[in-house]
C-alpha cells in the first residue's frame, strides 16, 4: 500500500508541449511538496502545499502550476515544456505546515525528459 | 541563502568500516535533515534533528548548532548503505529548506 505515489514514473515529451504529474499520497498528512531534482542531483524545493493552500513557491517559472483538488492529491502542471525543465521532479508529504520541522515521506519520482 | 557545504563527495568504504558524512552550513538554522537516495532513485528520510544526537539502528546523526555542522555516522558498514545521503538545512522560519550536493557512499 504505497504512502505517496506519482504517475507517470516516466514522461518523454517536446519542447513546448503542456503535462501533468500527478501525486497522491495516504498518510492523511495535511502538507505535500515538489521538488525538482537535476542532472547533477541537487535537489531543490520548489512548492509547499498545506491543506491546499500554498505555503512556500520557490523562484519557479510561473510556467509551472501546482494544483491541489485535496489534501491528498497535489499536481504539478507544466506549460510550454522547455529543454531545462528535463529533471527527476519528486512529490512528498509531511504531518504539519513547516516544511522543515517535520520529517518528509517522498514518492518514487517522476523522470521528466524534453526533447 | 544558506549555503550548504557535504563532505566528502564521494567515499568508498570496505565493509564494516565505520564512516562519517559531514554537513556545514552559512546561517543559523532551526533544524536539518538527512535524506538517503537509493541507486533506484527512491529517497528515504533518515533524520530530522535540531540538537544533540539521534540513533537509529546503525546510523547515528549528531547535530551542533552553534558551530552550524552535522554528521551522519554509519558502524558496521554495509553494501545495502551503499546510496547518496543528503543533508537539508531548515531556516528558522521552518519555511525554506536548503539542500547540501549529497555525498555519494560506496561499501564494497
Known amino acids: 500500500d504505497t504512502a505517496v505515489s506519482q504517475t507517470p514514473k516516466y514522461l518523454v515529451t517536446q519542447m513546448g508541449n503542456d503535462k501533468s504529474i500527478k501525486c497522491e499520497q495516504n498518510?492523511?498528512?495535511?502538507?505535500m511538496y515538489w521538488y525538482k531534482q537535476d542532472s547533477k542531483k541537487f535537489l531543490k524545493i520548489m512548492f509547499s502545499?498545506?491543506?491546499?493552500?500554498?505555503?512556500i513557491n520557490e523562484t519557479v517559472p510561473n510556467r509551472f502550476s501546482p494544483k491541489s483538488p485535496d489534501k491528498a492529491h497535489l499536481n504539478l502542471h507544466i506549460n510550454s515544456l522547455e529543454l531545462g525543465d528535463s529533471a527527476v521532479y519528486f512529490c512528498a508529504s509531511s504531518q504539519g505546515g513547516l516544511a522543515g520541522l517535520y520529517e518528509q515521506y517522498f514518492g518514487p519520482g517522476t523522470r521528466l525528459t524534453v526533447t | 541563502k544558506n549555503e550548504v557545504e557535504q563532505s566528502p563527495q564521494n567515499l568508498t568504504a570496505q565493509e564494516g568500516e565505520f564512516i562519517t558524512i559531514n554537513c556545514s552550513y552559512s546561517v543559523g538554522i532551526s533544524a536539518l535533515h538527512w535524506l538517503q537516495q537509493h541507486p533506484g532513485g527512491g529517497i528515504v528520510s533518515l533524520f530530522m534533528?535540531?540538537?544533540g544526537k539521534k540513533k537509529h539502528g546503525r546510523l547515528i546523526a549528531t547535530i551542533n548548532i552553534q558551530e552550524k555542522h552535522s554528521s551522519l555516522h554509519i558502524t558496521a558498514s554495509h553494501p545495502r548503505d551503499s546510496a547518496v545521503y543528503i543533508c537539508a538545512a531548515v531556516s528558522n522560519s521552518g519555511y525554506a529548506l536548503n539542500f547540501g550536493k549529497g555525498t555519494s557512499l560506496l561499501v564494497t
Open positions: 502545499y498545506n491543506n491546499k493552500e500554498l505555503i
Open positions: 534533528l535540531s540538537s
Open positions: 498518510l492523511g498528512h495535511d502538507t
